[in-house]
């Protein structure tokens, strides 16, 4: 089990993963939850801590080597396909995302995956959350982005 599947294990225990795993459709219907009990902002949050982990990553990658990091950009380390198409499916991601399935209209532009656009939101939001959980450390982030590019 990696980092991430053990994240997913602590989902009735933690809050903050409850709330990476509450997708905002939840907030319609006869659901009703607070914003705040929902994945949005948690979902912003996780594509930027991605993309600072894996900047942080190559600037030691670099110095260790003895190589000036001047020019280094930040860039995100998945494409949001493969974190549906890979990474989602992996986990089985799905089975553990709290979402109002009768909401039609929050569904994605993915064609062959109807839930796509929750399971993008709750890989990025459970990025915040495990960040969050780990006293705001990157490395277990950086251990993830290792641990993905090897299921690539």
Request: hydrophobic share 40%.
């Amino acid at each position: 089990m990696d980092i991430f599947e053990s994240y997913l294990q602590k989902k009735q225990s933690s809050n903050i993963i409850k709330r990476a795993l509450t997708d905002v459709s939840m907030k319609s219907g006869h659901y009703l939850i607070p914003k705040n009990q929902s994945n949005a902002d948690f979902e912003i949050l996780g594509a930027e801590i991605l993309k600072e982990a894996l900047y942080d990553r190559r600037i030691r990658l670099a110095m260790d080597m003895g190589v000036e990091a001047v020019n280094m950009k930040r860039e995100a380390p998945f494409a949001d396909k493969q974190l549906v198409e890979k990474i989602g499916k992996h986990y089985d991601i799905l089975k553990y995302i709290d979402y109002n399935k009768m909401n039609t209209t929050l569904l994605p532009e993915y064609k062959r995956s109807p839930c796509s656009r929750h399971i993008l939101a709750a890989v990025k939001a459970m990025i915040t959350a495990i960040y969050k959980e780990e006293n705001y450390n990157l490395s277990p982030i950086e251990n993830i982005i290792v641990e993905w590019r090897e299921l690539l």
